[in-house]
């Protein structure tokens, strides 16, 4: 695996086409994910766990995968035996395609990491997959530092986003008036936590 950092990106996958290769306990756990996000799945496996045909919209073919599983998807999951899962990231890589190959970090163009959502904030941690389980760790640690009142902290910084935008305000002016403005939300309850700039 290359020591290229690599560039940190969420996908907005809703409405469009995904393949995830596989149908065991991983496969389960992905599917459930792009799901969550809006995509249109299409899962290939010989062999599909029941939890998987349970997902409704989501195409299920009981077979091996076939390299024109690929055309027209914007994102595949491959999800397979190591050989399985050597055969999508080949075909994906001549069509251009990202994919995620579990527990393959060599043949795969695109990493999941460990990520939780709390009130309309999504935080990811990877290693660039050299260390799912410490992605993982990691992400329990931060998920026990982000404040549980995220949400309100999102809902301000939406309402500021627009006002400064509306003003004019450079990019560079608007973090520290973000910050008072957050410091704010906790004066106004009576309660001596500070959000300082690092």
């Known amino acids: 695996m290359s020591e290229q950092a690599l560039f940190p990106v969420f996908l907005k996958l809703e409405g469009r086409p995904v393949l995830l290769v596989g149908g065991g306990a991983v496969a389960s756990a992905r599917l459930a994910e792009l799901v969550k996000a809006g995509a ?20 299920v073919a009981e077979r091996e995968f076939h390299p024109s599983d690929l ?6 999951v491959a999800a397979a035996t190591p050989e399985v899962n050597r055969r999508v990231a080949e075909a994906a890589a001549e069509r251009r395609i990202f994919v995620n190959a ?12 460990g990520v939780f959502r709390r ?7 990877s290693t660039e997959g050299r260390a799912p389980a410490l992605a993982g760790l990691l992400r329990e640690g931060l998920e026990a530092v ?8 999102v809902a301000s910084a939406r309402r500021l986003r627009h006002e400064q ?13 973000l910050l008072r403005a957050l410091n704010r939300l906790y004066e106004a309850k009576g309660i001596a936590v500070q959000v300082v700039a690092s």
């Not at 935008?165 to 008036?177: E, F, N, S, Y």
Request: no cysteine; hydrophobic share 50%.
């Open 40 to 59: 249109l799945v299409t899962v290939v496996a010989p062999n599909v766990r029941p939890a998987i045909l349970s997902f409704p919209g989501v195409i």
């Open 71 to 76: 055309d027209r998807v914007w994102f595949a």
């Open 165 to 177: 935008r509306a003003a004019g305000i450079p990019m560079a002016d608007r973090r520290p008036l």
């Open 102 to 113: 579990v527990d393959d970090a060599e043949r795969a163009s695109a990493y999941t990491g």
């Open 146 to 153: 982000v404040h549980e009142d995220v949400e309100a902290w």
């Open 119 to 125: 009130g309309g904030v999504t935080i990811a941690v």
